[in-house]
């Protein structure tokens, strides 16, 4: 649960919100970098300690990115399940035995962790306006994701009305696997013509505010601070201590190397 | 302010055959204020689309333009500030998350400077009366407070020329009232030239000092200050489904014959559905122990302010959903076909004694051709192909749908689309009809020929028995058409026996 009245779509941290916020006080351009840094710095690595020392240190800012523990399951799942396939592919299928698989897993989550906490920690609108401002993305794509983004929860309500719809036409699987799977798709049909109907909309509603005429202004400036700065710095610094620490063990195996 | 110049206008959507408008010659003067008027399908939308700038080469909705349109002198392509655009459907107006950053998204793209973005923010929020903090999230407001938002973030654009698309049509009646209200203040601070599209005329009328309509594929038909068109033009208008003050469609209703109790709720609670998961969006309960029934040959009214869960009860008597407690039986008739609560039949069985009709009628729809559409709730409850087809064909021919049978039921009109919905409903054809229909806002955004279609229908079922229960906000549907009124709010219910005046 976020503090202040957000929902999906914006968070409101307090000023005082304390530690368990501190995340979301940085610039979301600079925590994305880091999460690129981080994920980059891992790519060489093919052992368990690396990939670990970075998944630990990042896990430790879980408590300060403000998300309960089931929100951060839920996203992470899908990582979850890729790091668990991983291991298991590597361990039945790999040459590396018990110890390659571990690495490639234990990388696949470090990998992904931080990505996730930037995420969940950074309001969308303030993302959008940091990958705009600070990593100069194209400003037409990211206003329309994020224009898209206010859809979702219109689209929800939508596939729950044409679930009932169904019913209330008679229509149901009945037990019949491949009817199931037809009924299945039909809704699927359905909200794919009412999202593309609703977006068309949206697009046009963005045309007449005058959208793509000329040069746009900010009305928000995405903020970089010496915080921002330090965050990026601490990257390479965690990546170091990662590979030290898996050198000075001996423990480092290289994606090259390993193979070889 | 802008004024309008048109002159042999005209406009063809891409892929139609037919002229949506043609031949308009039209003057509007910097600073007046005009409402536009045509039965539906007239072109009015098409009309204020193309003022905006919104056809064209460039545009976002393309087609084939004749004659000439000039707004302040030039064609009217996007430029920048002039116009100001409100459509009807709040949601797919709003751009950002955050109700301030939506309102700054027009400045924004005009290029206004930064600094001077947040005072417009503050005195266009301001001129709307909107009543929270410019953090507010646009997701947590209603319908009202969505369209209000809406007309300040046209108004924060400084257009000179403000055009507004039936803003108060898809608004529960408070929601329409804070935004006509919103409008009043406004058309008196303004300059802008004002150029308004809505069905309820009575709604509008004191905003406007003159009224044009327009014909279907046509040009202009009769132009002048409404007293003067309602005056002379007033009865044909009506007759071509505009709601004009004083001409509201009165049907010649069949009398309610009554009857028993079809369908009970006992003690039945709902709560909200649950949000993606994300932040833990809290389900808030909407229905707690509700007792209510309803009767064969009766029709019951269920009122209330949006999100009072009136939908919500509709949706269990039709017995779509599962109550969160409680449950909603069958009694006499419908209790022969099955006694477990109606939840638990079978989507057949449901089909075939309870018709349900969605409030966006492309809901309902879940087949490729209108043929089939009709031809769906027979199949399913077990007739012989033969008698289907000759069923099918009787209600076409009723509908006035004929020569449409083959097209998709998205391509037809709102009107149309309305038609077919309710008949979708009716199971096996109005002659098996079902026991109960439900509908969800049934006349909402209709004009009159189809509400008056559509009240002739309902009240047919209504002398043939059926328990006819109807989610609405329409007064005079209301008025003409109820036994029973049943107040929903504060999660209860309250039940006025007798014909509401």
Same mark, same amino acid.
């Not at chain 1, 040069?215 to 965690?238: E, F, K, Q």
């Not at chain 2, 100001?84 to 459907?89: M, R, T």
């Not at chain 2, 009554?258 to 003690?267: D, M």
């Given at each position: 649960?976020?503090a ?33 840094i ?13 990939g ?5 240190g ?9 998300t309960?523990?089931r ?15 991983t ?10 035995g ?50 898209a ?7 929800a ?13 008679g ?23 009412r999202s ?7 697009a ?5 505010r ?12 995405s903020r ?14 965690l990546l170091?201590?990662?590979?030290g ?16 | ?13 891409a892929?139609r055959?037919?002229?949506a ?22 072109g ?14 460039d ?6 333009q ?27 107006q ?10 700054a ?10 600094d ?32 209000r ?17 039936e ?17 009043q ?16 005329v ?8 003159r ?18 068109i309602?005056d ?6 009506a ?9 509201e ?7 309610a ?6 369908l009970a ?8 559905? /649950? ?7 809290? &389900?808030r309960?909407? !229905?707690? *122990? =509700? +007792?209510?029934?309803?009767? @064969? #040959?009766?029709?019951?009214?269920l009122?209330?302010?949006n999100g ?19 449950a909603?039986v069958p009694?006499?008739?419908l ?22 009709v ?13 043929r ?18 000759? /069923? ?6 009723r509908? &006035?749908?004929?020569? !449409?049978? *083959? =097209? +998709?039921?998205?391509?037809? @009109? #709102? ?14 054809g ?5 026991c109960v ?9 209709q ?25 609405t ?5 209301q008025?003409?058409f109820?036994?029973?009124r ?16």
């Amino acid at each position: 649960m976020s503090a202040g009245s957000g929902d999906t779509l914006t968070m409101d941290v307090p000023e005082d919100a304390g530690l368990r916020h501190w995340l979301s006080r940085f610039n979301p351009a600079a925590k994305l970098l880091a999460a690129l840094i981080l994920a980059l710095g891992l790519v060489p690595s093919a052992d368990p300690v690396t990939g670990g020392v970075v998944l630990a240190g990042t896990a430790a800012l879980v408590p300060f990115s403000g998300t309960d523990r089931r929100t951060l399951l839920v996203l992470g799942l899908p990582f979850l399940l890729m790091g668990g396939s991983t291991l298991l592919v590597n361990l039945l299928y790999g040459d590396q035995g018990a110890e390659g698989a571990l690495g490639a897993a234990v990388r696949v989550l470090a990998i992904a962790l931080p990505g996730l906490l930037a995420a969940v920690s950074s309001d969308p609108t303030d993302l959008s306006d940091g990958l705009v401002q600070r990593l100069k993305v194209p400003e037409r794509p990211a206003m329309g994701v994020l224009a898209a983004l206010r859809l979702v929860p219109l689209l929800a309500h939508q596939w729950r009305t044409i679930t009932l719809a169904r019913r209330a036409r008679g229509l149901a699987a009945r037990g019949n696997p491949v009817r199931a799977v037809r009924l299945f798709f039909g809704r699927l049909f359905s909200l794919l013509v009412r999202s593309v109907r609703t977006g068309t909309l949206l697009a046009t509603a963005m045309d007449a505010r005058a959208f793509g005429t000329g040069p746009r202004s900010r009305a928000r400036r995405s903020r970089w601070g010496r915080r921002d700065t330090l965050l990026l710095a601490a990257a390479p610094v965690l990546l170091l201590c990662a590979y030290g620490v898996s050198c000075s063990t001996g423990t480092l195996v290289l994606l090259w190397t390993g193979t070889a | 302010m802008a004024d309008v110049r048109l002159s042999g206008w005209g406009w063809r959507h891409a892929g139609r055959s037919e002229y949506a408008l043609r031949g308009v010659d039209l003057r509007i003067d910097a600073g007046e204020r005009v409402l536009l008027l045509g039965a539906s399908g007239a072109g009015k939308s098409t009309l204020l689309h193309a003022l905006a700038g919104l056809t064209g080469p460039d545009g976002a909705i393309s087609g084939e333009q004749e004659g000439t349109l000039l707004v302040e002198g030039r064609p009217a392509d996007r430029r920048r500030g002039t116009v100001g655009l409100v459509s009807q459907d709040p949601d797919s107006q709003l751009v950002m998350a955050r109700a301030g950053d939506d309102v700054a998204f027009g400045p924004e793209n005009l290029g206004v400077d930064p600094d001077r973005i947040w005072p417009r923010v503050a005195r266009a929020l301001n001129a709307v009366g909107f009543p929270y903090d410019h953090r507010r999230s646009t997701g947590a407001l209603s319908g009202g407070e969505k369209q209000r938002l809406v007309v300040a973030g046209a108004m924060a654009m400084r257009p000179r020329l403000l055009l507004l698309d039936e803003p108060t049509a898809n608004l529960d009646p408070e929601g329409a009232a804070l935004v006509r209200g919103v409008l009043q203040r406004l058309s008196a601070e303004t300059e802008a030239t004002l150029v308004l599209v809505e069905h309820r005329v009575a709604e509008v009328v004191d905003l406007v000092d003159r009224v044009v309509v327009l014909e279907p594929g046509g040009g202009v038909v009769a132009d002048g200050p409404p007293a003067r068109i309602f005056d002379r033009h007033g009865a044909e208008l009506a007759e071509r489904g505009v709601w004009v003050p004083g001409r509201e469609p009165e049907p010649s209703v069949a009398p309610a014959p009554g009857g028993a109790p079809v369908l009970a709720a006992e003690g039945v609670s709902a709560r909200t559905p /649950g949000g993606l998961g994300m932040r833990g969006d809290g &389900r808030r309960t909407v !229905l707690e *122990d =509700v +007792h209510l029934e309803a009767r @064969s #040959g009766t029709a019951t009214a269920l009122v209330g302010a949006n999100g009072s869960g009136k939908s919500t009860l509709l949706t269990l008597l039709a017995g779509l959903d599962r109550p969160h407690r409680g449950a909603v039986v069958p009694r006499g008739p419908l209790a022969e076909a099955d006694r477990r609560p109606l939840y638990r039949w079978p989507a057949r069985r449901l089909a075939r004694n309870v018709g349900t009709v969605f409030q966006h009628a492309e809901d309902q729809f879940v087949t490729a051709s209108v043929r089939e559409e009709l031809a769906l709730g027979p199949r399913v409850s077990g007739l012989p192909p033969a008698r289907v087809g000759a /069923g099918v064909d009787e209600l076409l021919q009723r509908l &006035r749908l004929e020569h !449409l049978a *083959d =097209v +998709h039921p998205y391509t037809l @009109s #709102g009107g149309e689309k309305r038609r077919l919905s309710v008949a979708t409903a009716l199971g096996s054809g109005p002659a098996n009809a079902p026991c109960v229909l439900a509908l969800d806002e049934p006349t909402f955004g209709q004009d009159t020929r189809t509400w008056r279609e559509l009240v002739d229908l309902l009240a047919a079922l209504r002398a043939g028995g059926s328990a006819v229960l109807m989610a609405t906000h329409d007064p005079l549907l209301q008025h003409r058409f109820t036994d029973v009124r049943v107040r929903v709010g504060g999660a209860g219910v309250h039940v006025d026996e007798g014909r509401t005046t």
